[in-house]
């Protein structure tokens, strides 16, 4: 009996005294933490400690890039979160956190030293903190968004205060960075305007398809033939993504679009194309975000060769051939280039303009499949076998040229079948395994 007295009484005083140390060890993290971090904060000292700050951890880039536009907006600079102390996160009214995830759900390197003093933040009292937290992963990771996450625990953990939940963002999925552009203001990079809509096909039966100009906020490179993700919400508030190729140059400041407006079998027309045809307003805002076309590496290379080009497009597909064909004539290449357009009723503008100005190098034909003198394009094609083999060929030696098609999946196979029968086997054999055949289709 007398046993049970005392051996309570001695796990008490052996907690407390592991509670003090423990504790003791703690404090000790912290203050070796601030002297270290306050040495290597921006400016050589703890000016890092302003009202409000962007803080980063970023791995290869991305957080980064967008902490600084975060931090523009804010009219500040953007630090690496190694560069704060507990001190200087308790003397600011608000943070910004922009965390992306490294190794196994761990801090990118920027970010270690004070991933090894999460332990120690957790007994600072940020209760007078607010903060917005953007994480950055990749769901194919088992842990997504782990550094975010265990920064956000710990920041709760501490009394700060989330002004939001979380945003997650998988593989910079532009319709997941569109939640956090909401949360952060409207005028944030990745906005765009529509500057111009022109309908393509005037007084002509079908899907009407539409010229679209949008002019970014702040200004953005692009390679020739990226695609641009644009972000939507479906009717029932679920953030939606819809990808069209960019038909312009940057040069130009400006994406080009091409896009027509669909209907479903009987249904009502598609969510993206409806939105971007009529529903957006001229000037109306769009969230938009810039990729490179995954053929980009084998058209710059021809670009770079001046190799000869041949692209046969159908309809909207018009758009992914003429950024990489913009940028051949942009450049001083001298090889040649053929562009071979299917539309229905009329050739579009922009391939009328083009033909108005282009150089001699470049041939446009342009195949309609209704009016006067309807014709298919995969007849058109073995129509024109003799001379399309005879571009596609090797020739000279070095002469390595390249076939893109691009458009609609259906009118797609019924080309590819057309270019099978009439062109030379061999040509398109090596063009294939030198990955010089390029397919785009939708
Ligand atoms: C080597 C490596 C490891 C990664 N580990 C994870 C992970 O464990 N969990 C996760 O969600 N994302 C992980 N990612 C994905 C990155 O967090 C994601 O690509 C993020 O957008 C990168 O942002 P950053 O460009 O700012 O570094 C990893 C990426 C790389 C390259």
Not at 93 to 122: I, K, M, Q, V
Not at 131 to 143: Q, V
Not at 291 to 302: F, T
Request: charged share 20%; aromatic share 6%.
């Amino acid at each position: 009996m007398g046993g049970r007295g005392v051996i309570p009484a001695l796990t008490l005083s052996a907690f407390r005294i592991s509670l003090a140390v423990v504790l003791g060890l703690g404090w000790l993290a912290v203050l070796l933490w601030q002297r270290r971090a306050a040495a290597t904060a921006p400016g050589g000292g703890d000016t890092a400690s302003g009202d409000t700050l962007v803080l980063f951890a970023s791995q290869s880039g991305l957080a980064e890039r967008l902490a600084w536009d975060q931090a523009r907006r804010l009219g500040t600079t953007p630090h690496p979160l190694d560069s704060v102390t507990p001190q200087i996160l308790r003397r600011a009214s608000t943070a910004w956190f922009l965390l992306a995830s490294a190794g196994d759900g761990e801090a990118p390197d920027n970010a270690r030293a004070f991933a090894r003093r999460l332990g120690a933040l957790r007994q600072c009292d940020l209760t007078g903190l607010r903060y917005g937290l953007l994480a950055l992963g990749d769901r194919r990771y088992p842990a997504f968004c782990g550094f975010g996450r265990q920064v956000d625990a710990a920041l709760v953990a501490c009394g700060a205060h989330p002004l939001f939940p979380r945003v997650e963002v998988d593989r910079g999925a532009p319709a997941d960075l569109a939640q956090w552009h909401a949360r952060v203001g409207a005028d944030t990079p990745g906005q765009w305007r529509l500057t111009e809509r022109r309908l393509l096909t005037p007084r002509q039966a079908g899907d009407p398809a539409y010229h679209l100009r949008l002019r970014p906020d702040v200004p953005v490179e692009w390679t020739p033939g990226a695609i641009a993700d644009v972000a939507l919400l479906a009717p029932d508030g679920t953030p939606q993504q819809r990808s069209y190729s960019v038909a312009s140059l940057p040069q130009s400041g400006e994406v080009e679009l091409i896009l027509r407006r669909r209907h479903g079998p009987d249904g009502p027309p598609g969510l993206g194309s409806a939105w971007l045809t009529a529903g957006l307003a001229q000037g109306g805002r769009v969230q938009l975000s810039l990729r490179d076309s995954p053929h980009m590496d084998a058209l710059a290379i021809a670009d770079r060769d001046d190799q000869p080009l041949l692209m046969i497009a159908t309809g909207t597909g018009l758009a992914a051939v003429l950024g990489p064909l913009r940028a051949r004539l942009a450049g001083s290449g001298t090889a040649p280039l053929w562009l071979v357009h299917g539309e229905r009723h009329a050739a579009f503008a922009p391939l009328r303009d083009l033909a108005r100005t282009g150089p001699d190098r470049l041939r446009i034909d342009c195949v309609l499949s209704r009016g006067p003198r309807p014709q298919r394009l995969p007849d058109w094609i073995r129509d024109h076998a003799e001379a399309l083999s005879a571009f596609v060929a090797p020739g000279a030696p070095g002469r390595q040229p390249t076939l893109f098609v691009c458009g609609s999946r259906d009118p797609g196979r019924a080309i590819l079948a057309a270019l099978g029968t009439s062109l030379n086997a061999s040509d398109l054999h090596q063009m294939q395994q030198s990955g010089r055949f390029l397919t785009d289709f939708y």
